[in-house]
């Protein structure tokens, strides 16, 4: 199992959003760069990141805060946020990402997708962000009319090698994870699920372990606030 804590990136600073609301933020004071460097000294080997301000712009802000992580920590990082082009991809790339999550883009345009997955192979992952049902695009200010699964079945031969499934009416909220849809993902899905959106307690990466295809779980809010303890859950990791 893999356990990816999240860095969310707003005006240089480490924020959690409930329920993806940008005016419903918590700022917290340590630097994107220092909370890296903490879950390195902890023991976590993964580490999801999404540039915010790039969700809401399409451009890669905060690029230079991700290169300085990289350069740092022996990490393997997935980025997400406002990727729209392939120039965006290649540049994080370069600066040595493990992975670049495709989401609003990807959404609106199923080519570019499919494109990107043949130029970056396994390097791509798609970020599927859903409420009740249909996803959500635009760093979550707009709602599309595509339901997530009929949309995932239309993408699944693409090669996307992973996919980050959030359900935005948890996220940020600590009341555990859609577990019921996210399964519904995961039988799905041709590639591994990550759990996104409501993490609370070790309770709920264990329950994680029962469901089919999952690959790992993202955990954010609880971190910060301190629901979960950072050794606590490093011992997840390879258990």
């Given at each position: 199992?893999?356990?990816?804590?999240a860095i969310d990136i707003k005006d240089k600073k480490c924020v959690r959003l409930i329920k993806g609301d940008f005016e419903n933020?918590?700022?917290?004071?340590?630097?994107?760069?220092?909370?890296?460097?903490?879950?390195?000294?902890?023991?976590?080997?993964?580490?999801?990141?999404?540039?915010?301000?790039?969700?809401?712009?399409?451009?890669?802000?905060?690029?230079?805060?991700?290169?300085?992580?990289?350069?740092?920590?022996?990490?393997?990082?997935?980025?997400?946020?406002?990727?729209?082009?392939?120039?965006?991809?290649?540049?994080?790339?370069?600066?040595?990402?493990?992975?670049?999550?495709?989401?609003?883009?990807?959404?609106?345009?199923?080519?570019?997708?499919?494109?990107?997955?043949?130029?970056?192979?396994?390097?791509?992952?798609?970020?599927?962000?859903?409420?009740?049902?249909?996803l959500a695009i635009s760093g979550w200010t707009e709602d599309s009319d595509k339901l997530t699964t009929e949309y995932l079945k239309?993408?699944?031969?693409?090669?996307?090698?992973?996919?980050?499934?959030?359900?935005?009416?948890?996220?940020?909220?600590?009341?555990?994870?859609?577990?019921?849809?996210?399964?519904?993902?995961?039988?799905?899905?041709?590639?591994?699920?990550?759990?996104?959106?409501?993490?609370?307690?070790?309770?709920?990466?264990?329950?994680?372990?029962?469901?089919?295809?999952?690959?790992?779980?993202?955990?954010?809010?609880?971190?910060?606030?301190?629901?979960?303890?950072?050794?606590?859950?490093?011992?997840?990791?390879d258990a």
């Amino acid at each position: 199992m893999k356990i990816f804590p999240a860095i969310d990136i707003k005006d240089k600073k480490c924020v959690r959003l409930i329920k993806g609301d940008f005016e419903n933020k918590t700022e917290y004071e340590m630097s994107p760069v220092d909370q890296a460097g903490k879950y390195k000294d902890t023991g976590f080997k993964n580490l999801h990141i999404v540039d915010l301000d790039g969700a809401l712009t399409g451009e890669p802000i905060n690029i230079e805060i991700i290169k300085d992580i990289v350069g740092k920590f022996d990490l393997k990082i997935e980025i997400g946020g406002g990727v729209r082009n392939f120039e965006t991809i290649q540049k994080y790339i370069d600066v040595g990402v493990e992975k670049v999550i495709l989401g609003s883009a990807a959404i609106k345009e199923r080519r570019f997708l499919e494109e990107a997955c043949i130029k970056f192979p396994n390097q791509i992952a798609l970020g599927l962000d859903a409420k009740d049902g249909h996803l959500a695009i635009s760093g979550w200010t707009e709602d599309s009319d595509k339901l997530t699964t009929e949309y995932l079945k239309k993408v699944n031969e693409y090669g996307v090698s992973r996919i980050i499934y959030t359900d935005i009416n948890r996220d940020g909220t600590k009341q555990s994870p859609n577990f019921q849809e996210t399964q519904k993902v995961a039988e799905i899905s041709n590639c591994p699920v990550v759990i996104s959106g409501g993490v609370s307690s070790i309770d709920d990466i264990k329950k994680s372990r029962d469901l089919k295809n999952i690959e790992g779980v993202i955990v954010g809010k609880a971190i910060y606030d301190g629901d979960i303890k950072l050794d606590e859950l490093a011992k997840e990791i390879d258990a």
